[in-house]
């Protein structure tokens, strides 16, 4: 991978349960974001946290970040049929190069 | 809901053709982004602009080339296409306001050189 690690590459759970996905990013960054993709579609943001957050939440959402461990994790609480998808973590160096970089995503399957 | 679109949706072309990708975007914004994306999922950035005139290579190499004229429009082109570059490709442009901005993708086009 480009930027580092989602982990699992694939996960199904039963509808109602949580979903915890995580990520491990190389280099020193800006922020992190967290993407969903439905299949043959384009990736839609989800989340955004900065790299002096450690914590932050968005409806069912809810990202945390450890800069020391290069780390972070998405859990999606009481999932739902239509969180099936595939999640993406991404990171914004800040530099003047501007880039956000993916890493290898985690395939959801939530099973009713 | 992103105003950031592409076209065609699908292609399916022969080998040693010319294509070009289009991409478009009514946000104004300055940075656009194309990704390669294959089967397995793992998004490659080929290409991103700063602004007009301005444009640079990704972290993956790509035998395509882009080019940016208008702020809206930031087109991918295949001078020669050959089956190794079926793929889906992923257009993307953020806000050039503060470093807290997230990507806002189309819904790709995915090309199939056969």
């Known amino acids: 991978s480009q930027q580092g690690e989602e982990d699992p590459q694939a996960l199904s759970i039963q509808e109602g349960e949580n979903a915890t996905m995580n990520c491990s990013y190389k280099t020193s960054i800006n922020n992190l974001q967290w993407y969903r993709q439905n299949s043959g579609r384009g990736l839609v943001h989800l989340i955004l946290?900065?790299?002096?957050?450690r914590e932050k939440h968005s409806g069912r959402l809810r990202v945390t970040l450890d800069t020391s461990k290069k780390s972070s994790s998405l859990l999606i609480t009481a999932s739902r049929a239509a969180d099936t998808a595939s999640y993406f973590c991404?990171?914004?160096?800040?530099?003047?190069?501007?880039?956000?970089?993916f890493g290898s995503g985690t395939r959801l399957s939530i099973r009713p | 809901e992103a105003d950031i679109y592409q076209t065609p949706r699908y292609l399916v072309i022969g080998t040693g053709k010319k294509i070009t990708l289009e991409c478009s975007q009514t946000?104004?914004?300055?940075?656009m982004y194309w990704y390669q994306q294959d089967p397995g999922m793992e998004l490659h950035l080929i290409h991103y602009?700063?602004?007009?005139?301005?444009?640079e290579k990704g972290d993956l190499s790509s035998e395509s080339t882009v080019s940016r004229i208008r702020t809206e429009h930031f087109p991918l082109t295949l001078e020669s296409a050959r089956p190794s570059h079926t793929s889906q490709y992923l257009c993307?442009?953020?806000?050039?306001?503060?470093?807290?901005?997230?990507?806002?993708f189309g819904n790709g086009t995915r090309l199939t050189v056969t």
């Open positions: 946290i900065r790299s002096n957050e």
């Open positions: 993307a442009s953020r806000s050039n306001r503060g470093e807290n901005s997230p990507l806002h």
């Open positions: 991404a990171t914004d160096a800040g530099s003047s190069a501007s880039k956000i970089i």
């Open positions: 602009s700063y602004g007009v005139n301005s444009t």
């Open positions: 946000m104004g914004h300055d940075k």
